[in-house]
């Protein structure tokens, strides 16, 4: 099914018998069920763009790619930073905007400018009964009612169908220049944490492969003085990149690089940055962290699902994004807390009474 129209899409809901699983580029979502293919690529091109007011409404199918490069000819972009997981996740095609809302996907520059969903100004979908929901807007403003537009950010095409959205977007900042430390991976952290607890608004804070990464971007002059201070600060022995060389490493950090290639299951943990060493220490593997360790990408041999989600118990959650043999049959999300499970079927038996959206 590739519908290409709204109304289309929504007699295609109304009329199916049995799930369906909505898919745009499939490039980054998770295994959530199975059922017949909605391709949403069908819904394409740029509603409206408005470069002075920041604003970009565009229709679910339309291509990432098609969107940045739109952007990139005004000196714009998604301020979120989008992974390019395909890579990592061994997946061809072509991600869609859509995708990437209904994914939540957010990249380095969250710890600055916030995820996708606070980019998300306003969405319309096509909910479980083929109805067509409009929440939100064009413009920054108070949400009465129902925060739709958070709601579906994230929402994986279980709630509903993205068939557009509207976008607040960011111009591209004059300078950048990357802090880069070589570091242990406990002084490395440490650092992170010391950067982002300081005034100097950094963009980016990440550790691999034996060195601490800490971003700055804005104007050149501010830039540079930010730059200073840290290094005072952080004392050591801090080396900077700029321009085209820094946005090289950070494009590696926010696409998972190091991990690209390697055998076992892929990872993706949300921490307390405290507990993000000892627990990686424990399990072992090989570890990306960003956001100071707020998010972290391991590379485990299969099997240990059950050590992992129990080592994040309490302070965290983990994701599989792919798994390897041993780890057959096991959910790609937690397990919800039962008052999380239970507002989570409350919504889906509202939005989709149906259950045509495979789970």
Sequence with gaps: MRPETEPELSDLIRGAMSPVVVRGGGTRGVALGAGD???????????????????????AGTGLAEVQALLAGERQRLSFEVPDLRAILGRPGESTIGGVVAANASGPRRVQSGACRDSLL???????????????????KNVTGYDLVKLMA???????????????????????????GPRNAE??????????????????????QGQALIRVEGMAGSVAYRVGELRARLGGDWGTVSGAESAALWA??????????????????????????GLVQRLGGEAVYDWGGGLVWLALPGGQAEAVRAAVAGFGHATLMRPSP????????????????ALSLALR??????QIFAA
């Design 349 to 354: 038996q509202t939005f989709d009474p149906r």
């Design 187 to 208: 002084a490395g952290l440490a650092a992170l944490r010391g950067a982002l607890g300081s005034p100097f608004d950094i963009s980016g804070a990440a550790y691999a």
């Design 252 to 277: 590696g950090v926010r696409d998972v690089a190091p991990l690209q290639g390697r055998a076992g299951s892929i990872w993706r943990l949300v921490l307390k940055q405290t507990e993000a060493l």
């Design 122 to 140: 306003g969405v319309r979908f096509v909910d479980g009964a083929g109805t067509v929901v409009k929440n939100g807007g064009r413009v920054m």
């Design 326 to 341: 041993g780890d057959e049959g096991v959910s790609a999300l937690p397990p919800d807390a039962p008052a999380v499970a």
């Design 37 to 59: 293919v909605l391709d949403t690529t069908g819904l394409r091109g740029v509603t409206l763009y408005e470069p002075g007011a920041l604003t970009l409404v565009v229709r």
């Design 154 to 180: 994230g929402s994986h095409g279980r709630l509903g169908v993205l068939t557009e959205v509207s976008l607040r977007v960011q111009a591209v900042p004059e300078a950048e220049t990357t802090l880069v």
